[in-house]
């Protein structure tokens, strides 16, 4: 109820987080993470506000003001940059399944705002397996121009000929296992392995948790492309509220 409450007057937020290119440094994109900063409870955390939004059948609610905020958001975090930037926003299951997805992006991007070229859908590889049929779900939000990036890669839950098939553009190494690479050498050997599934696949390898410089070294010399975390600090621009999502975010 409270959360439906907060949709419906607007309370949530969005924390930004800029993504990199390991090898120069340049900023590429900036990430979308819903925030939702409650007046009696304080930060409550996505990893328990989303499950409960999914169960209660609200998820495409609070997709739909996410998104709406997010494109409200770029003019001003484009302003902030010194060259092109593309837009990251992770889509919820609800919102994806139902098709309502396509449709109401569709009708965002006719403002102008940002060109479908500049725009990306992060999906987690949990919600792709979870699809009846990817592929056909995927297809429509692929013809709008925007590119599908799979998130928190590494879990296992998709199998490689299915994802080979995917009109895919990125895919991006799960926070926890790109963490636990720098002390573990088997967690080192399978954040290796999924990043050459990117380059086998021609798409982007990517990776969330580059928090240092020894971490942004070790995942150029495992073939990651682009990253975010905490190494590159976070973003303050005017007019649009933002923050590394850091350690403390789950997604």
Known sequence: HELRDAIAHDRLALRYAARHSLDSGE??????????????????????????????????ALSRWALTRFLRD???????????LRFSFSALKSHLATGALRSDLEALLASNTVA????????????????????????????LGVTIIVDEFGRGFTSLPRL???????????????????????????????????HALGVVPMSAGIDDEAQRHLFMSLGCAEGL???????????????????RNAR
């Open 229 to 247: 975390g905490d190494a590159f600090g976070a973003i303050s621009v005017s007019g649009a509220e933002g923050q590394s999502p850091g350690r």
């Open 116 to 143: 479908p070229g500049d725009f990306e859908l992060r999906i987690s590889e949990r919600v792709l397996a979870g699809l009846a049929d990817p592929a056909a779900t995927l297809r429509p939000l692929v013809e």
């Open 164 to 198: 080979a098939r995917l009109p895919i553009g990125a895919l991006q190494l799960d926070r926890r296992l790109a963490l636990s690479a720098s002390a573990d050498p088997v967690a080192r050997r399978a954040a290796g392995a999924a990043l050459a599934i990117a």
């Open 74 to 84: 770029i003019p001003a975090l484009r302003t902030a940059a010194a060259h092109r």
């Open 27 to 60: 900023r590429v994109a900036v990430h979308a993470y819903l925030r939702w900063p409650h007046p009696a409870r304080g930060e409550v955390s996505a990893a328990e506000f989303l499950p409960i939004a999914e169960s209660t059948g609200i998820a495409a």
